[in-house]
């Protein structure tokens, strides 16, 4: 049984840090490539980073490039996302989803994932 657990969300001030992180359980980890996306009240799920299989390769999403930053431990079966000089925009429930892609390689669409964590919830605000 796959699992995908996300952790490290909470509360924060514009402009502060946080990381998020996801535990992966019951999968070949080494195998997948992983992404996070978010959904904010309201609106659709969206992409956020994502991270090759081996770390070669990641993509952010235009609103958060610069300021975000995904990794993976492939021992220790985790991804992170490191995330700097947050908006107010940026609040949203951040979900980690596992891809086992052709190649390699990484993708921003939801359709490519198979798996996903249940959601950790990051708020900006004063």
């Known amino acids: 049984q796959v699992q995908l657990v996300e952790s490290g969300g909470g509360l924060v001030q514009p402009g502060g840090s946080l990381s998020v992180a996801c535990a992966a359980s019951g999968l070949t980890f080494s195998n997948y490539a992983m992404g996070w996306f978010r959904q904010a009240p309201g609106k659709e799920r969206e992409f956020v980073a994502a991270?090759?299989?081996?770390?070669?390769?990641?993509r952010s999403s235009d609103s958060v490039k610069d300021r975000f930053a995904i990794s993976r431990d492939n021992a220790k079966n985790m991804v992170y996302l490191r995330m700097n000089s947050l908006k107010p925009e940026d609040t949203a429930a951040y979900y980690c989803?596992?891809?086992?892609?052709?190649?390699?390689?990484?993708?921003?669409?939801?359709?490519?994932?198979?798996?996903w964590g249940q959601g950790t919830q990051v708020t900006v605000s004063s």
């Open positions: 989803a596992a891809a086992l892609l052709l190649g390699g390689g990484v993708s921003t669409l939801i359709s490519s994932y198979a798996y």
């Open positions: 991270i090759s299989r081996g770390s070669a390769i990641t």
